[in-house]
């Protein structure tokens, strides 16, 4: 079954930029899209299809995908941001596949 | 607006069985595949089931196979989940989703959640 590998957490200093990744074999061959969850909410899509953002996200959220790894950049992260953030791909073996998350802190 | 509201969850004994539902409003229900996708508590997201729009297609989890039966009623723009022989292993929250539509799966519209807990 296909697996996404992501590192439990990342910390960042308000302002600066925060890069999650995300891991898996050949994932550049993927789409890959991108959800924030903040503590007792339901997950907020903020990038698909590799960069897109969906209507309302800021501008700083963005997102590349290249071999095997997909990386979400933060821009001037601000205290907003701190967050759990989940990487997601499609595979036909596995169907829907989820990276297992990592935690954002802005400090 | 879209909004997804489920409802049917609480405390239940291993080996019993629910169903969960969620509500559509806002959007055309009939016109979108319809995914559920659970997390246990202080765990990440597990994807669970989908159900195209026609129900003609359903797929699951191997880790809920042969448990869980996804199913909808387009006619009351509702998503089903029902749920047997309850494991304490399935104590999660439960999301409803909708399907975007875009190059892959994946989820534009997500409900509240209803919590499930299986314990004797």
């Known amino acids: 079954s296909y697996e996404l590998t992501q590192s439990p957490s990342v910390s960042v200093s308000p302002g600066q930029t925060a890069s999650i990744t995300c891991s898996g074999d050949?994932?550049?061959?993927?789409?890959v899209c991108w959800y924030q969850q903040k503590p007792g909410q339901s997950p907020v899509l903020v990038i698909y299809?590799?960069?897109k953002r969906p209507s309302g996200i800021p501008e700083r959220f963005s997102g590349s995908n290249s071999g095997n790894t997909a990386t979400l950049t933060i821009s001037g992260t601000q205290a907003m941001d701190e967050a759990d953030y989940y990487c997601?791909?499609?595979?036909?073996?596995?169907?829907?596949?989820f990276g297992g998350g990592t935690k954002l802190t802005v400090l | 607006q879209v909004q997804l509201v489920g409802s049917g969850g609480g405390v239940v004994q291993p080996g019993r069985s629910l169903r969960l539902s969620c509500a559509a409003s806002?959007?055309?229900?009939?016109?979108?595949?319809m995914h559920w996708v659970r997390q246990a508590p202080g765990k990440g997201l597990e994807w669970v089931a989908v159900?195209?729009?026609?129900?003609?297609?359903?797929h699951y989890a191997d880790s809920v196979k042969g448990r869980f039966t996804i199913s909808r009623d387009n006619s009351k723009n509702t998503l089903y989940l029902q749920i047997n022989s309850l494991r304490p292993e399935d104590t999660a929250m439960y999301f409803c989703?909708?399907?975007?539509?875009?190059?892959?799966?994946?989820?534009?519209?997500w409900g509240q959640g209803t919590l499930v807990t299986v314990s004797s």
């Open positions: 299809e590799d960069n």
């Open positions: 159900i195209s729009r026609d129900e003609a297609k359903k």
């Open positions: 806002g959007f055309t229900f009939s016109s979108y595949d």
């Open positions: 997601q791909a499609w595979d036909s073996s596995t169907h829907v596949v």
């Open positions: 989703a909708r399907e975007g539509v875009t190059a892959i799966p994946l989820f534009d519209y």
């Open positions: 050949k994932l550049g061959d993927k789409y």
